[in-house]
């Protein structure tokens, strides 16, 4: 199975969230009956349209989520941290917005 019946055929086995627009370009890019090799960008619009996705609103999703939370709390648990900032300027995560930190304990086997 290639990619695009996996993700973006009308009958995928895992659809992706793409309309239908997006999914014509694609389609129209990697036809056979176009007698064209699909070239490194085919997917490039369906790429750019799931980024956007989920920068806008899974992310945001998750950051609001339970599990997001009970994770962040039990970093804080820890006592060796390493932190990264995210910039979260377009989702409105408890606290407001912009940047904010994500701890991470770390031990000498990993990243718990």
Request: glycine share 6%; charged share 25%; net charge positive.
């Amino acid at each position: 199975m290639n990619i695009y019946q996996q993700y973006l055929a009308p009958n995928a086995v895992e659809p992706i969230n793409i309309d239908s627009r997006i999914a014509d370009l694609v389609r129209r890019h990697i036809d056979d009956e176009l007698n064209t090799t699909p070239n490194r960008y085919c997917f490039e619009a369906a790429e750019e349209h799931i980024f956007h996705l989920m920068k806008s609103d899974s992310y945001c999703r998750f950051l609001r989520s339970d599990v997001y939370r009970e994770l962040f709390r039990g970093g804080k648990k820890k006592s060796k941290k390493q932190r990264s900032v995210i910039n979260t300027s377009t989702c409105s995560a408890p606290g407001g917005g912009g940047a904010i930190q994500i701890a991470a304990s770390v031990n000498f086997t990993g990243i718990e």
